[in-house]
């Protein structure tokens, strides 16, 4: 009697295991669908991370995959950069965003549940004006092969150039993204413009100015659409917040 009990009981254990192992799966497997409808722009306007993508979202970015799919993204541009020469005149050029492209807020994030929680515009200034992002070392090996390549590179970024220029400047400066033709950031003009209109503008006067935009690079896909484009656009992934 007392075996069979303890075999029942043995036997509950092990369903409840698979039940949860079961339900994590289902999880994780939603998850995943959710991210491939951010990355491929499908879902839009979304004001936070859903609570059960919250541990998919930290374990993507943490876990080794974010650092895969940035390779393979990074693979792509170098395969397109090998097949381009930047032209005598100096007016071949290419677009890079800053935040979550060339400069990294994981840290930031992760206080706010890797995207969980809705943003947090003060909270957001306060990281930002200390200027400690770190360098997301993919892109910093592009953006040198740029330079090398004698592409001109212009930094586009969505950051209130009032209230952050001087930090991101010196950020930007002390994590090797050196010898850019121009950091462009959003002046009075352009406030209350959405990413892709202010973006938008900036590349069309760009090549008003006579440059050819030969690549344009992002986290979000305001940074890449919209008009005046450029001839090739590549887009790094980003779970963690969504920019219209």
Same mark, same amino acid.
């Given at each position: 009697?007392?075996?069979?009990?303890?075999?029942?009981?043995?036997?509950?254990?092990?369903? %409840?295991?698979?039940?949860?192992?079961?339900?994590?799966?289902?999880?994780? &497997?939603? $998850?995943? &669908?959710?991210?491939? %409808?951010?990355? %491929?722009?499908?879902?839009?306007?979304?004001?936070?991370? !859903?609570?059960? $993508?919250?541990?998919?979202?930290?374990?993507?970015? /943490?876990?080794?995959?974010?650092?895969?799919? /940035?390779?393979?993204?990074?693979?792509?541009?170098?395969?397109?950069?090998? +097949?381009?020469?930047?032209?005598?005149?100096?007016?071949?050029?290419?677009?890079?965003?800053?935040?979550?492209? $060339?400069?990294? #807020?994981?840290?930031?994030?992760?206080? @706010?549940?890797?995207?969980?929680?809705?943003?947090?515009?003060?909270?957001?200034?306060?990281?930002? +004006? @200390?200027?400690? $992002?770190?360098?997301? !070392?993919?892109? *910093? +090996?592009?953006?040198?092969?740029?330079?090398?390549?004698?592409?001109?590179?212009?930094?586009?970024?969505?950051?209130?150039?009032?209230?952050?220029?001087?930090?991101?400047? +010196? #950020?930007?400066?002390?994590?090797?993204?050196?010898?850019?033709?121009? *950091?462009?950031?959003?002046? !009075?003009?352009?406030?209350?413009?959405?990413?892709?209109?202010? @973006?938008?503008?900036?590349?069309?006067? /760009?090549?008003?100015?006579?440059?050819?935009?030969?690549?344009?690079?992002?986290?979000?896909?305001?940074?890449? /659409?919209?008009?005046?484009?450029?001839?090739?656009?590549?887009?790094?992934? #980003?779970?963690?917040?969504?920019?219209?």
């Amino acid at each position: 009697m007392a075996v069979a009990v303890a075999w029942r009981a043995a036997m509950l254990l092990v369903l %409840a295991g698979l039940f949860v192992r079961a339900m994590a799966a289902a999880s994780m &497997s939603c $998850c995943l &669908s959710w991210r491939f %409808a951010v990355e %491929a722009n499908n879902a839009r306007a979304w004001p936070a991370v !859903p609570p059960r $993508c919250v541990r998919y979202v930290e374990d993507y970015m /943490l876990g080794g995959q974010y650092k895969r799919d /940035l390779d393979a993204v990074m693979e792509q541009i170098l395969i397109y950069l090998n +097949q381009t020469v930047a032209g005598s005149d100096g007016l071949d050029a290419w677009v890079l965003d800053i935040d979550d492209t $060339c400069l990294s #807020n994981l840290v930031y994030y992760r206080d @706010k549940h890797y995207g969980g929680d809705p943003f947090d515009p003060l909270g957001f200034k306060s990281w930002a +004006q @200390k200027g400690v $992002c770190p360098s997301i !070392p993919a892109v *910093l +090996q592009l953006y040198k092969r740029l330079i090398e390549k004698r592409f001109k590179v212009f930094l586009i970024t969505g950051r209130d150039e009032e209230v952050f220029s001087s930090s991101t400047s +010196q #950020n930007l400066h002390e994590q090797g993204f050196t010898g850019h033709e121009r *950091l462009i950031m959003r002046n !009075p003009t352009y406030r209350g413009q959405g990413a892709a209109a202010f @973006k938008s503008a900036i590349r069309k006067s /760009l090549m008003a100015e006579g440059y050819r935009i030969r690549g344009n690079v992002g986290d979000q896909w305001s940074d890449l /659409l919209g008009d005046y484009t450029g001839d090739r656009i590549f887009k790094i992934p #980003n779970p963690m917040y969504f920019v219209p």
